[in-house]
Nanobody, 117 residues
Framework: QVQLVESGGGSVQAGGSLRLSCAAS????????MGWFRQVPGKGREAVAR???????LYADSVKGRFTISRDTAKNTLFLQMDSLKPEDTAVYLC???????????WGQGTQVTVSS
């Protein structure tokens, strides 16, 4: 059974940084398309960043240049380094994994990120 467990969320002031982690089991982060999404109550789920099987990274325009997605093969963990955080980055951040292509059919429970001005 695929499990994705996020950690690293918290509260930070604008301009600060956080690093999110997603520990994966029963899915290999280095050979599957992995991604980070975020969700705000009352709004749809937004794709933040993804890393493909071949290591290609894609980012939402709103986070380009501030966020970096990466993976640690040995730890089978996905990361999201978030710098220069803004209040509009406040959301629940979810890790997602794919069983094929970038289907994102497996999801973690999410971790809250709150950025105050």
């Amino acid at each position: 059974q695929v499990q994705l467990v996020e950690s690293g969320g918290g509260s930070v002031q604008a301009g600060g940084s956080l690093r999110l982690s997603c520990a994966a089991s029963e899915v290999t982060v280095s050979t599957n398309c992995m991604g980070w999404f975020r969700q705000v109550p009352g709004k749809g789920r937004e794709a933040v960043a993804r890393i493909t099987t071949y290591g290609v990274t894609l980012y939402a325009d709103s986070v380009k240049g501030r966020f970096t997605i990466s993976r640690d093969t040995a730890k089978n963990t996905l990361f999201l380094q978030m710098d220069s955080l803004k209040p509009e980055d406040t959301a629940v951040y979810l890790c997602a994994a794919s069983s094929f292509s970038c289907s994102f059919n497996y999801w973690g429970q999410g971790t809250q990120v709150t950025v105050s001005s």
